[in-house]
């Protein structure tokens, strides 16, 4: 049954106040997934605590619009799916990971901080770490000079400690 002015108003409303929230838009095709499938790629969405819709285009457009985004010539043929997070990462890996397993998920085009991204790009932006592995990365990073420099000054204590010892046994 169609929906009425009001309803699509509503609707639009809801789902600007999520996008305005989110950093990462992902418009996903979902042409083909059976009911078995749509259910675990929600559960693993919702795990990830990404918020996942199935919006006719003609009223993401609108929202889109309203938060100042270009949707562009994003005119998919098929059936879309908008996913969408307050992390810069977790809904495109999430989608990817899926998609892994299940080839008819093909994430189409996004948006990360109102700028469009595409296929490719999303693709890329998936395989980046989450923010804990990419902290803990960047801190070892840091710390590596320093465990060097100890190392090597502790080097010659350790020497002189060798040679005292070597000696006081001689």
């Keep these: 049954m169609a929906k009425t002015f009001e309803q699509k108003k509503q609707i639009v409303d809801k789902l600007t106040e999520a996008l305005r929230k ?13 009911s078995h499938d749509t259910t675990a790629l929600r559960a693993d969405l919702r795990k990830a605590q990404v918020e996942h819709q199935v919006v006719k285009m003609s009223l993401l457009r609108i929202a889109l619009a309203r938060l100042g985004i270009k949707a562009g010539e994003t005119r998919p043929a098929t059936q879309v799916a908008v996913s969408f997070g307050e992390d810069e990462t977790t809904p ?7 998609g892994k397993k299940n080839d008819k998920l093909k994430m189409l085009s996004g948006f990360l901080d109102s700028e469009p991204l595409s296929a490719a790009q999303l693709s890329v932006l998936a395989s980046v770490p989450e923010r804990p592995v990419l902290l803990s990365q960047l ?7 320093a465990r060097g420099l100890v190392n090597a000054l502790s080097g010659s204590h350790r020497g002189l400690v060798t040679v005292l010892s070597k000696v006081k046994k001689d």
Excluded at 22 to 34: M, N, T
Excluded at 139 to 145: H, I, K, R
Aim: hydrophobic share 50%; net charge positive; no cysteine.
């Design 139 to 145: 801190l070892s990073a840091l710390s590596g000079p």
């Design 92 to 98: 495109a890996r999430v989608l990817k990971d899926f």
């Design 22 to 34: 989110a950093k990462l838009i992902v418009l996903s095709e979902i042409k083909g997934l059976d």
